[in-house]
C-alpha cells in the first residue's frame, strides 16, 4: 500500500510514520506534505496514491480547498479535532476520519477499507453513523424543498418516510404528498432524528409514527405498512433488524 500523509506538524508525521511501519512494515509512505499547496503539486506531479492520510486544519487553511484545486481519486483518511469541518468528510472521498490523537487500532481498522475493489456501498452511511456518535453531526429541524422556481420549507418532524429510486431521494409527507430532494439518503439520514427514524435498507428510512403495520417476512426481515402507503415494498434487512427491534423499544443501537 503507497501513503501520502497531508500534515502540518513534524511530530504528528512522525507519529503517522511510526504507526504505519508497526502496522504493516510493507506500507510504503511516498511523501509528506504540509501544506495545501504543497499537496496540489505533489499531486498534480505523481500518480495517485492507495491511500492519503490528511489532517483537516493545515497551516495555510482547510484541506478541503486541496479538493478545489486538484481532483483527488485516493481515498481519504481524515485526521481532525474540529467538529465544524467533520461532515464535510463524506462529502469527499473519505472513508473515515480519525480524532487526534490516532490510536494504531484505528488506524489499522480505516486502512482494511482499502482494497482495489469498489469501495463497499455501506461506507457512506458507515461514516455518517460515527460523525453522528461522535457529536459532530447536529440534527437539523428542516430541509429546503425546490419545485421548479419555487422552493419550500418542509418540517422534518412531518416526514412519514423517505425513499430512493432512480438515484433520487423523496420526502413523503401526510396526504401523500411527494417532494424530490438534493441530499441523498445518506446525507438525510445524518440529518433526522435516529430517536424517530430507522434506515431499514438501502432504499427507505422510515418514521416510527408512520407504520402502521409489522409483517413478518422471510429470513428473519420484516415488512412494514406505512402511512401514506409507500410504491414499493418497505421491507426490513435482515442484517438491520436487530437494531430496528432496539429501536423501536427504545433500546440502544
Known amino acids: 500500500m503507497k501513503v501520502l500523509i497531508v500534515e502540518d506538524e513534524s511530530a504528528a508525521v512522525r507519529r503517522l510514520q511510526k504507526l504505519l511501519g508497526d502496522i504493516d512494515p510493507g ?3 511516498l511523501g509528506a506534505v504540509s501544506s495545501i499547496e504543497s499537496a496540489v503539486e505533489w499531486l498534480m506531479a505523481h500518480p495517485a496514491p ?9 497551516a495555510d487553511g482547510s484541506s478541503f480547498d486541496i479538493f478545489q484545486k486538484v481532483d483527488i481519486t485516493s481515498p481519504v483518511i481524515f485526521a481532525t ?3 465544524e469541518y467533520a461532515l464535510k468528510a463524506f462529502k469527499v472521498n473519505a472513508i473515515d476520519y480519525l480524532l487526534k490523537p490516532i490510536k494504531q487500532n484505528e488506524l489499522e481498522q480505516a486502512l482494511h477499507k482499502i482494497t482495489k475493489d469498489k469501495p463497499k456501498d455501506n ?5 455518517i453513523h460515527k460523525l453522528a456518535e461522535a457529536g459532530f453531526i447536529k440534527k437539523s429541524k428542516r430541509i429546503l424543498v425546490k419545485m421548479g422556481q419555487a422552493i419550500k420549507l418542509i418540517d422534518l418532524d412531518n416526514v412519514a418516510y423517505f425513499y430512493s429510486r432512480d438515484k433520487i431521494s423523496f ?3 401526510p396526504g401523500n404528498k ?8 445518506d446525507q438525510i439520514e445524518g440529518m433526522v432524528d435516529p430517536t424517530h427514524f ?4 438501502r432504499q427507505f428510512i422510515v418514521k416510527m409514527d408512520a407504520i402502521d403495520e409489522m409483517i413478518a417476512y422471510s429470513k428473519s426481515r420484516v415488512k412494514l405498512k406505512m402511512n401514506p402507503p409507500t410504491e414499493e415494498d418497505a421491507i426490513v434487512s435482515k442484517e438491520r433488524s436487530p437494531e430496528f427491534k432496539k429501536w423501536l423499544i427504545g433500546g440502544e443501537s
Open 27 to 29: 506500507i510504503e509512505i
Open 50 to 58: 492507495d491511500v492519503i492520510l490528511m489532517d483537516i486544519h493545515l
Open 81 to 83: 479535532a474540529y467538529d
Open 123 to 127: 461506507e457512506g452511511e458507515d461514516l
Open 171 to 173: 420526502a413523503v409527507l
Open 178 to 185: 411527494r417532494y424530490p430532494l438534493d441530499q441523498s439518503l
Open 198 to 201: 430507522f434506515r431499514i435498507n
